[in-house]
Each structure stands twice: as structure tokens, then as C-alpha cells.
């Protein structure tokens, strides 16, 4: 498969290299003087292909990565720090700032999307643009939090004050797939609860950060956010193995998930927030509106290059409609267009990872050797930096594309006569985040529906799996996630409820009274925020 090289818009040619000299720690852009990591995209600038050099990042270690660790720690102070006994309106307040300041890096961020990891110009713009949508959701949410919280209740002759209080030290580790989006859902909320973080960027998606590095020093207190590079391995080991890390954040790899809760020596302190790998299977059932079932297989398997854990990684058709199913399916997956992500019209672009496509060709020959098939006329052709999306029949639990989560272009397709067949799978399965349903017979989907519910957290009917809209749980179950976000669970996983509490009586309440009148206290307060 070749792709003609096609002339690059001035507004997205790379004109200058962004070479990245600072980290954030103790509220100081620092200067990094040591050893630098060069950024490569795999997108060619030239005729000839080759990777284009997008500037570099500082290669640090377990000096710099103690070094923020004892930033995050003072600031929080063992609680009694700025940022966590601040006025709920006062953080709101930097975080508006922030998101203000941010605002103003759109283009900057945008351009870098597309250059580091391939994702498309509508994507890409989307990408930052529900992160600010995100943003101020949160604050939304939190305020309603807030003022749901300005009150005393009584039970037993007990008064209780009860709001939600921060957890201490968050460690954020970010994907590359949503290397802004997915990140901040995490940073944003342990932020806005009043703990304080330590963030390092993904490995692909890392250059996008450095537009908002003088936002975060600007809106933020000295040490609430300290922002380190780096490979994992070299910085988050030596935070986590000190011990003082009190939330692990991290959407990406349960590999590394598992690796960095291992040498946490106090295991029983530590809270996870953890989005992590989904093998979603589509089921659709002989009475589908094929139309719509391709559509949104089409989207669901391939938006991003199928490079997102929400992906259809698998899809199920039963046996009496898999034949049209596939033919169908296959031409559509054929008349994408491939190229770069700023062209119109692009679906198909190229794979920020550069061992990805021999990854997926390792896959597609092992399926090959087993029996399936490559029924579309473009699948498996290979350039420099991607692989056309295989269309896999029959596939069978033997092989490797059925068990691995593949997180890019290929799609296996699966033939089914009882609907047995995909539950037991998705049963044995150690994944469990989504599903995606296609079909029309209430009483085929009803007691279906109240299957899937119990092995997936969301069922999606007749529509591709997704994350949106942010308002609603993100989760799953087994090895697909721990805890859950969204605007609204995010900043519950992030904090904790506590409580002052007093006995009803002229004495306390004489104490209660004055606080709440002279405004002393941060946490006692029944003020409305507007």
C-alpha cells in the first residue's frame, strides 16, 4: 500500500524543534541541564520516508523524581498545607485560571496531537476541546458537591458536618492514546479535592504538555503540581517504593499497574484509580439493522486505528446474517481513507508506535497458520508507518487476536449460532469493561441485557462502545479498571468522606455557632457557592 506524499499545510508543518528544558517542582519552571530524549513522529516530513525529529525532553531519574515527591509531599504538609485546607471557592479559583490559560495553547496542543500520535485534525480538536468541557464540568460538579455538603445533620442527639477531604499524594500517569484528555480526568479532580500531584506525561503525546507547563506554575500554589519526564520505570519506581504516594492514578497497562503497586511497602494506604485494558466484543444478533450494526462497527473498531480501550476489539455475528455481515463490512473497511491526520477526509492514519504494525502482522500470520482468513482486499498491506486494517474469518479462541487486546488495526470476526457462545467467552474473560449489542427483539435483548449487565459495566444498545458522555460512570470490571470516573465519580475517587461531629448541647453548640458566624474555619461553613 503505498500512500503519495501529499504537501504539508503551512498551518501544521513543523517549523522549529520544541525542546523541552524545564520541569515543574516546588512551583518553579527548573531548568534541566542532564540528558535529553529526542521526540520522534512517525509521520514523514519528506518524500523519502522518514521519521521527522519533533524536538527533545529531559531524560530524568530518581534524583528529580525524589526531588518532586518531596514537592507534592511539603505541599500537602500532612494536611495541614495550602492547597488541602483551602476554601473550596479558592481552589475553584486556580483551577478557572488554569483552564483560562489553557485555553489560550489550543492550537499548540492541537498541532502536537496530530504529530505525536497520528490522531486526526477533527479528533484531535475534540480531544482538546472536551477537555476544557471537562474541566469546567468539574467545577460544576464540585460546586454542587459543595453546597449539597453546607449543612449539619442529626441523628441520636449527634450534630455531623460531612464533606468530601483529599487523600494526600497522587502519582497521575497518563495514556498515550488520549494523551491530554484521559490524563487530565485524572489530574483535574484529584487537584480541585485538595490533593497535591506528581504527573508524568505518557511516552507518545509527551511534547503536548509542554504548552500548559507555565498554566499549571501560574494557577497553582507552590508544589500542588510537579510535573517530572522520563521513562516509567526510572521516576515512578523511586516514588512509589518511598512509600509516600497515597493515590495511584493510572489509565494505560495493568502490567505496569501491577509492577508499581508491588513495590508500594504500604499497600493498605494505597487507593487505586486505575482505567486499564478492555477486550469489547459487539454481538450482533440475526435480526440487526445491518446498516446500522456496520456503521457502528465501522466506528468502533477503527476510530483511532481501534487504538483506544473502548475499541470493539472483537465482533460476534451470528452464523445466518455473517456471511452479508462480512462482505458488507469488508468493502467499508476498504474504501477508508489512509494519510495524514491534518488531510480531509482521513480515517486511517499513521501509528505513533513504530513496532505496532509488525505487532499486528505477527497477529494476522497467526491467525493465517490457524485457519481464518483475510477477507478484505487491502488487509495486512504494510508502509513505513502503519498496516491496513485486516478484516479476520472465522476466528477461533486459539489464537492470539482473539486473546490479546490487539489496540490497533486489525478486527476479528467470530461466527455464533446460540448466544451462549459470547457470554461464556465474555465470562472467561479477564476483561470486562463494555459491550455493544446490535438487534430488535425485546424479548431476544431482555433477558440478554440482564446477562451483560453483570459481566461488563456498560451495555451499549445498537451503538459502539465509548467512554462519553463524561457525566456517566467509566469503569469496569476485573482486569479492565478499578475505582470509576466521570465528572461526577472522579472526584469521589479522588477524596474521601469525613466528618465533624458534636454532641448536642449549649456548650457545643455555642462553639459551632461562633465558627460558622466568624468564618474561622475552612471546612465548617455552610456559605452557597454561587
Known amino acids: 500500500m503505498n500512500r503519495p506524499f501529499s504537501e504539508i499545510p503551512e498551518a501544521y508543518k513543523i517549523n522549529s524543534l520544541l525542546h523541552q528544558d524545564t520541569y515543574l517542582v516546588s512551583g518553579e519552571l527548573k531548568k534541566w541541564k542532564g540528558e535529553t530524549s529526542n521526540i520522534y513522529s512517525t509521520i514523514s516530513s519528506t518524500k523519502e520516508y522518514k521519521p521527522t525529529l519533533l524536538g527533545s525532553i529531559p531524560n530524568q531519574g530518581r534524583e528529580e523524581a525524589l ?125 480541585i479535592m485538595g490533593n497535591t500531584a506528581i504527573f508524568k506525561p505518557a511516552k507518545h503525546g509527551v511534547l503536548l504538555i509542554a504548552p500548559l507547563m507555565e498554566a499549571f506554575q501560574k494557577s497553582f500554589p507552590k508544589g500542588v503540581v510537579n510535573i517530572i519526564f522520563g521513562r516509567g520505570r526510572a521516576v515512578a519506581s523511586p516514588i512509589m517504593e518511598s512509600g509516600k504516594v497515597d493515590v495511584l492514578a493510572l489509565i494505560g497497562n495493568s502490567t505496569s499497574a501491577n509492577a508499581l503497586q508491588t513495590i508500594h511497602p504500604k499497600k493498605n494506604r494505597l487507593r487505586l484509580v486505575l482505567g486499564l485494558e478492555a477486550k469489547n466484543p459487539a454481538i450482533v444478533l440475526p435480526d440487526a439493522d445491518l446498516d446500522l450494526a456496520i456503521d457502528e462497527c465501522i466506528a468502533g473498531t477503527l476510530s483511532f486505528n481501534g487504538q483506544r480501550c ?127 449489542i446490535f438487534g430488535k427483539d425485546v424479548k431476544r435483548l431482555a433477558p440478554l441485557i440482564d446477562t451483560l449487565v453483570n459481566l461488563v459495566c456498560r451495555v451499549n444498545l ?47 453548640n455555642a462553639i459551632l455557632n461562633e465558627l460558622l458566624d466568624k468564618k474561622t474555619s475552612n471546612f465548617i461553613s455552610t456559605d452557597y457557592i454561587l
Open 67 to 191: 526531588e518532586v515527591l518531596e514537592s507534592a509531599c511539603s505541599a500537602y504538609d500532612k494536611g495541614q498545607g495550602l492547597w488541602p485546607t483551602m476554601k473550596v471557592s479558592d481552589r475553584i479559583k486556580c483551577m478557572e485560571t488554569f483552564v483560562e490559560l489553557m485555553k489560550t495553547k489550543r492550537e499548540e496542543v492541537v498541532k502536537l496531537l496530530m504529530w505525536e500520535i497520528g490522531k486526526n485534525l477533527p479528533d484531535s480538536e475534540k480531544e482538546f476541546d472536551r477537555t476544557v468541557d471537562y474541566i469546567y464540568d468539574t467545577i460544576e460538579d464540585y460546586k454542587q458537591m459543595d453546597r449539597d455538603s453546607a449543612k449539619f445533620r442529626k441523628s441520636d442527639g449527634i450534630y455531623a458536618h460531612i464533606r468530601r477531604g483529599p487523600l494526600g499524594v497522587v502519582l497521575c500517569l497518563g495514556p498515550y492514546n488520549y494523551p491530554l484528555n484521559e490524563t487530565f480526568c485524572l489530574l483535574i479532580p484529584a487537584l
Open 310 to 436: 473502548t475499541a470493539l476489539k472483537v465482533l460476534y455475528v451470528h452464523k445466518d446474517i455473517v456471511d452479508e455481515f462480512n462482505n458488507r463490512f469488508a468493502k467499508r473497511v476498504d474504501a477508508l481513507k489512509f494519510g495524514n491526520p491534518w488531510e480531509p477526509g482521513v480515517k486511517l492514519t499513521p501509528l505513533p508506535e513504530k513496532d505496532k504494525p509488525a505487532y499486528i502482522k505477527e497477529l494476522i500470520d497467526d491467525a493465517l497458520e490457524q485457519g481464518a482468513k483475510i477477507i478484505n482486499d487491502k488487509g495486512g498491506e504494510i508502509t513505513d508507518n502503519y498496516i491496513y486494517p485486516a478484516v479476520l474469518y472465522p476466528v477461533n479462541k486459539n489464537m492470539r487476536v482473539f486473546k490479546e487486546e490487539q489496540f490497533g488495526p486489525v478486527i476479528p470476526v467470530l461466527p455464533f449460532t446460540k448466544i451462549e457462545e459470547p457470554l461464556d467467552d465474555m465470562a472467561e474473560s479477564n476483561y470486562g469493561q463494555q459491550v455493544s
Open 462 to 508: 445498537n451503538s459502539s462502545c465509548q467512554r462519553g458522555p463524561d457525566v456517566y460512570p467509566f469503569t469496569g470490571r476485573k482486569d479492565s479498571a478499578f475505582s470509576t470516573l466521570s465528572v461526577h465519580d472522579a472526584l469521589r475517587s479522588f477524596s474521601i468522606r469525613t466528618f465533624v461531629a458534636s454532641k448536642d448541647n449549649d456548650y457545643n
